[in-house]
């Protein structure tokens, strides 16, 4: 599956954003889907995942509080709405899938298969 990051921009501390996890096509048959982040010099990192049939959450404990991970099947999307930003939250976000049998979330990027491309969040001070 391919899927294709969207909704990232620039915006000012304190500020929202709610990004898009499409799938190309339109078909999006996996169960787990997560979103990561990676900043200039450092590693990506887990933000937020969701089964989108259970709708079980998982949240890294930065995020937790401000960023809220929710699924629209019937649109086979997933959305990161994210409040409160600050400029360490800018970043490169990224969606990522598990495996279509896998029904268990997890935190790391290792364990993800399938990648979208990536959208740049900018937060300014």
């Known amino acids: 599956v391919q899927l294709q990051a969207s909704g990232g921009g620039l915006v000012q501390a304190g500020g929202s954003l709610r990004l898009s996890c499409t799938a190309s096509?339109?078909?999006?048959?996996?169960?787990?889907v997560g979103w990561f982040r990676q900043a200039p010099g450092k590693d990506r990192e887990f933000v937020a995942a969701?089964?989108?049939?259970?709708?079980?959450?998982a949240y890294a404990n930065s995020d937790k509080g401000r960023f809220t991970i929710h699924t629209d099947n019937a649109k086979n999307t997933v959305y990161l709405q994210m409040n409160s930003l600050t400029p360490e939250d800018t970043a490169v976000y990224y969606c990522?899938?598990?495996?279509?049998?896998?029904?268990?979330?997890?935190?790391?990027?290792?364990?993800?298969?399938?990648w979208g491309q990536g959208t740049l969040v900018t937060v300014s001070s």
């Open positions: 096509g339109g078909t999006f048959s996996n169960n787990v």
């Open positions: 990522a899938a598990r495996g279509s049998a896998i029904t268990v979330i997890a935190g790391s990027r290792f364990q993800y298969q399938y």
């Open positions: 969701i089964n989108r049939y259970s709708s079980t959450t």
